[in-house]
């Protein structure tokens, strides 16, 4: 985990690879000692990863959200420990939004590709750590903080590979050595079945180096499954819609039967007037009118909507 330079900029597909991988867990100085187990271990999580990584992706791809990742611990030789994961709300609250917005970084330069390479005839995936600040960046926005910049994220730092290149080859190719491990899992398992497509893509590319029809994680192909307008265009997504739709008219009818359950109870009847039970049950009624409408399914476009794997077999048979 060296490799990283201070700041790192992933797209979604090399982005997820490392939220799969979960290599190092989740940091207990973000969310509380203790914590960092029940984040990321499967022993506290009673969903299949695929449903939360399904969802999750969902998310993130309709809200064009920007991952960066802060380097902690060391980079190359250099020990930093959390100090740069510290300093960087310091630095993001001195840039404006367009400033933060990593396309932008792109374009003019603030950020670098990370490519791969060749090391005796084999393939260093270092593309995997996707974009990193470049000197540019140091001098335009680190300046905010410090008085001379370059001096503390100097070429070393910002280019790890320049401090022991064996050392750095070996980082990487034990991060992608990590991701094909964790990858196989879901194949092993057979919960890569339950994936979303691109998160299949994703998994396939971790754990394979290319995807069912030979693609690689570049592909414009697999790339394009990350898009917004592709998602909101795809069958997968509108099926989870749709599953949300069902879901929640199941939820609406077991509402409505257990009101009714209540109210012809005779010994409940001062209780049920007391709560108002005629007026909730002609509410769940009136909202299950709704939710049983075509427009409904409309104003679920552009959420995350519901995994289908964990739909309840009473909702699939009232809809087969």
Known sequence: LAVYNPLHYQELPELFMDFITSVTGKSPSTTGAGSEGSLTKGPFNALTYVADLNSTLVGWILTGYGGFSSAAGFIGRCRVDHDISLLVPELWCRMSEKERDPAFLIEQGYLERVEDFEVSGQVVPASRLGYRITAGFVHHFMGRIFNSASEVFDEAMLRPE???????????????????????????????????????????????????????????????????ESLLASEWYQERLATKQRMEM??????????????????????????????RLAKAEAELREVSQASYLERLVGTIGAEPSLEPIESQRQHA
């Open 162 to 228: 320049s401090q022991d290149f064996a050392m750095y080859v070996d980082g990487v190719n034990n991060i992608a050595e990590a991701q094909a491990k964790a990858a196989e899992g879901y194949f092993a398992d057979g919960s890569i079945k339950d994936a979303c497509p691109p998160l299949q893509a994703v998994l396939a590319c971790m754990a394979r180096g290319k995807t069912a029809e030979g693609l690689t994680i570049h592909a414009p192909e697999v790339r394009e499954l990350f898009t917004r």
């Open 250 to 279: 199941l939820r609406l009818k077991r509402m409505i039967q257990s009101l009714k359950d209540f109210a012809a109870e005779p010994e409940r009847g001062a209780e049920a007037q007391r709560l108002g039970v005629d007026a």
